[in-house]
């Protein structure tokens, strides 16, 4: 069986597709209680995008913390009980910000009509009903939150997406001036995410003609923007890595991750490490399974001079290690698709405790 994908409905690209959004919402602001609900990264409170964010009296704008923990299913059901208490439901959702504050513009669009807890529905398939129209605005680039079909919440028990074709965004504004103030240190790391996404897309099994043709061009664009004469943040190369963030995204979404991910995500779970930043803790160790990324990573590295600690692991525990190891070896899609459907006799438990005392 081949994957059958939904993407996003409408991609408006382009330096000031941000002015655009008042009309694109328009014509959505007279479902349900005819209100739009604004989640917008904190950051921008005090900043001049938050003046031009297109919000009508009647909308609620809702600037959250990235920074003290990544999306929380308690944090969607709390938004999505105190806007349908005080308000009802929604137009729409708008979600300005990073792969965190789009991950809680699907999920609680989503929220809005399924009942109960979000833990009920972290997994593939498990929403009942389509949530309410969604739209994303990334303000910085790499994850590929804008087209997955994702949206990762850290719940009680499990760190796991609300997986369903009604993730996927109705409408992406990328507008390439808005990530034009990303911190030097994120924008390499999110950025790199997209990079890795595309090395590990096309090193295994389930690379394909159409995977390969996303990854190939948005590897292209990475050296462009981390490597190129006109390498570093500027305005072409914030171009380019919207643009990328976009492509590798689908990449792997047509294809599968590897290695690095599967030890990012237990980096994630047992020491709360964030995504982007435990990706390149893990990328920068794994030249055996794929010696150009990483050569080509550390090139990048060094030209931006980019702070990457070593020696982590000596400040482990071996059980947290075994932990770590553990939610890895949990991940059978991304080894399969790594090593091959034999990799339960290459890899186990204990080879992978080996990957994270490298670290
Ligand atoms: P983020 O949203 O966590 O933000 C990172 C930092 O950059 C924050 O401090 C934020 O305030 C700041 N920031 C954002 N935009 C800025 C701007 N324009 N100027 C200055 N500062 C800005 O970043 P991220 O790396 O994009 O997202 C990580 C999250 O995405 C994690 O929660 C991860 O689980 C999730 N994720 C989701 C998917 C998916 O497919 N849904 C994929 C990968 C990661
Ligand atoms: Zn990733």
Redesign the pocket.
């Known amino acids: 069986m081949h994957k059958n994908f939904k993407g996003i409905e409408k991609t408006v690209f382009g330096h000031g597709s941000f002015n655009q959004l008042d009309e694109i919402l328009a014509e959505r602001r007279g479902d349900n209680a005819k209100f739009m609900l604004f989640v917008v ?4 409170k005090d900043k001049p995008l938050a003046k031009r964010i297109p919000a009508k009296p009647e909308d609620s704008v809702v600037f959250v913390d ?2 003290v923990h ?2 929380t299913t308690e944090q969607i059901d709390n938004l999505r009980d105190s806007i349908l208490k005080t308000k009802g439901l929604p137009a729409g959702v708008v979600g300005i ?7 809680i513009a ?1 999920a609680v669009s989503l929220m809005f009509t399924n009942e109960g807890s979000s833990t009920l529905y972290q997994g593939l398939n498990l929403i009942k009903k389509p949530g309410i129209y969604h739209c994303g605005v ?8 804008e087209v ?1 079909m ?3 919440l850290t719940g009680p028990v499990k760190k796991l ?1 609300l997986k369903c074709e009604w993730t996927v965004f109705n409408q992406v504004v990328l507008d390439p001036e ?6 030097r240190n ?1 924008w390499f ?2 950025g790199m ?1 997209t990079y890795i996404h595309c090395v590990e897309s096309e090193n295994g099994q389930y690379n394909n003609a159409y995977s390969h043709a996303y990854a190939e061009q948005a590897m292209k664009l990475c050296r462009d923007i981390y490597l190129g004469e006109q390498s570093g943040q500027n305005a072409e190369n914030d171009e380019k890595l919207m643009v990328a963030s976009l492509m590798g ?1 689908l990449s792997l979404t047509y294809s599968e991750v590897g290695v690095c991910h599967a030890l990012s995500y237990g980096l ?1 779970k047992i020491l709360g490490t ?3 930043y435990a990706n390149c803790l893990a990328f920068n160790h794994l030249g055996d399974f794929y010696p150009e990324g990483v050569a080509e990573f550390k090139e990048m590295i060094r030209k931006h001079k980019i702070d990457l600690p070593q020696g982590l692991a000596k400040e482990w525990t071996d059980e947290q290690i075994t932990a770590m190891a553990t939610v890895s070896y949990n991940l059978p899609h991304m080894w399969n698709h790594a090593i091959g459907s034999d990799w339960k006799d290459k890899i186990t438990v204990k080879s992978i405790e080996e990957l994270f005392r490298r670290l």
């Open positions: 990264d904190q950051y921008f990235v920074d990544e999306p910000g990073g792969g965190s504050v789009m991950d699907k990334p303000t910085i680039s790499g994850t590929g939150a997955s994702t949206a990762v997406g808005l990530i034009a103030t990303v911190p994120w790391y999110t995410d995204g994630s964030r995504h982007c």
